[in-house]
């Protein structure tokens, strides 16, 4: 029994532990080579040592354990090469997931950190805004419960996870609306994009453009009290209301509970007329 571990020093002596070598055990993958018939322990030899490595070092490759049984039941360069070729090309997907998940990170927290600098609330004024690409669900939309549906039916339409878009969201007033003073009757939904869409053809654009714009504390329950000082302004501006407007909230409750953080933004696209 000189040349032979226990298993609690095998788990000791490779860092393991002895639930995970149980569990070989049991599924075949590195059986003891002793089994004790009066005490039931088990017992390895310095023999097992390369196949436990073996199994060490393609579990940290991300190989999971009926692949790596499957080879070391019968190992050979072609069959192995084929594995690790197949591993890298999922490393290589999950890297770009992960990229993407980090680059979100980077514009929502960039977002939010210029939203907490914004001194002036209340108060209309004219943007330049890029071209924005959305995905958008032409609906009457007239309750907070309305949002929710149609939220989940545009997340459905896309095969995507309305969670990710947390911050990205927004509603639109149709412009007739707006020149009707129906500042709460919202004509759809509608996600802003950051990556590309599996479905293009459903693929909004917002044009670049001006937009008159409004920052203010509270949710979309309460924007219809900014719009007729938002009109009055592209009057005095000599502009006109050219599409429908949007309305993004910002902060909201998911993001703080104080009330006095949560910001919405309002959005009005404009041409200056001749």
Same mark, same amino acid.
């Given at each position: 029994?000189?040349?032979?571990?226990?298993?609690?020093?095998?788990?000791?002596?490779?860092?393991?532990?002895?639930?995970?070598?149980?569990?070989?055990?049991? !599924?075949?993958?590195?059986?003891?080579?002793?089994?004790?018939?009066?005490?039931? =322990?088990?017992?390895?030899?310095? &023999?097992?040592? /390369?196949?436990?490595?073996?199994?060490?070092?393609?579990? %940290?490759?991300?190989?999971?354990?009926?692949?790596? &049984? *499957? #080879?070391?039941?019968?190992?050979?360069?072609?069959? %192995?090469?084929?594995?690790?070729?197949?591993?890298?090309?999922?490393?290589? /997907?999950?890297?770009?997931?992960?990229?993407?998940? #980090?680059?979100?990170?980077?514009?929502?927290?960039?977002?939010?950190?210029?939203?907490?600098?914004?001194?002036?609330?209340?108060?209309? #004024?004219?943007?330049?805004?890029? $071209?924005?690409?959305?995905?958008?669900?032409?609906?009457?939309?007239?309750?907070?419960?309305?949002?929710?549906?149609?939220?989940?039916?545009? /997340?459905?339409?896309?095969?995507?996870? *309305?969670?990710?878009? !947390?911050?990205?969201?927004?509603?639109?007033?149709?412009?007739?609306?707006?020149?009707?003073?129906?500042?709460?009757?919202?004509? &759809? !939904?509608?996600? %802003?994009? /950051?990556?590309?869409?599996?479905?293009?053809?459903?693929?909004?654009?917002?044009?670049?453009?001006? =937009?008159?714009?409004?920052?203010?504390?509270?949710?979309? *329950?309460?924007?219809?009290?900014?719009?007729?000082?938002?009109? $009055?302004?592209?009057?005095?501006?000599?502009?006109?209301?050219?599409?429908? &407007?949007?309305?993004?909230?910002?902060?909201?409750? %998911?993001?703080?509970? *104080?009330?006095?953080?949560?910001?919405?933004?309002?959005?009005?696209?404009?041409?200056?007329? !001749?």
């Amino acid at each position: 029994m000189k040349d032979l571990l226990s298993i609690g020093e095998m788990a000791q002596l490779h860092d393991t532990s002895v639930k995970t070598l149980r569990y070989y055990d049991e !599924i075949g993958l590195l059986k003891p080579c002793q089994i004790d018939e009066t005490t039931g =322990y088990r017992y390895y030899s310095t &023999s097992q040592f /390369e196949r436990l490595h073996t199994i060490d070092y393609l579990k %940290f490759l991300g190989f999971p354990l009926k692949q790596i &049984s *499957a #080879h070391l039941e019968s190992p050979n360069p072609i069959s %192995f090469l084929k594995l690790l070729r197949e591993q890298q090309q999922a490393t290589k /997907e999950k890297i770009a997931e992960l990229q993407t998940i #980090h680059n979100r990170f980077g514009r929502r927290i960039e977002e939010i950190e210029t939203a907490l600098q914004v001194k002036e609330m209340n108060k209309p #004024h004219l943007r330049y805004l890029p $071209e924005r690409r959305t995905i958008c669900l032409k609906q009457k939309i007239s309750s907070w419960p309305d949002m929710e549906v149609s939220l989940r039916k545009l /997340e459905k339409l896309a095969r995507i996870k *309305a969670s990710i878009f !947390i911050g990205k969201v927004g509603l639109t007033v149709a412009r007739e609306n707006l020149l009707h003073s129906r500042f709460n009757d919202y004509n &759809s !939904i509608l996600m %802003f994009l /950051e990556e590309p869409l599996d479905n293009e053809q459903l693929v909004k654009i917002l044009p670049a453009g001006d =937009y008159v714009c409004i920052y203010h504390r509270g949710n979309l *329950a309460n924007t219809g009290e900014y719009y007729p000082m938002l009109l $009055e302004y592209i009057q005095e501006k000599n502009m006109e209301v050219c599409d429908d &407007s949007i309305e993004r909230v910002i902060i909201d409750s %998911f993001v703080s509970r *104080a009330k006095d953080c949560h910001l919405t933004e309002i959005q009005i696209p404009v041409r200056r007329l !001749i």
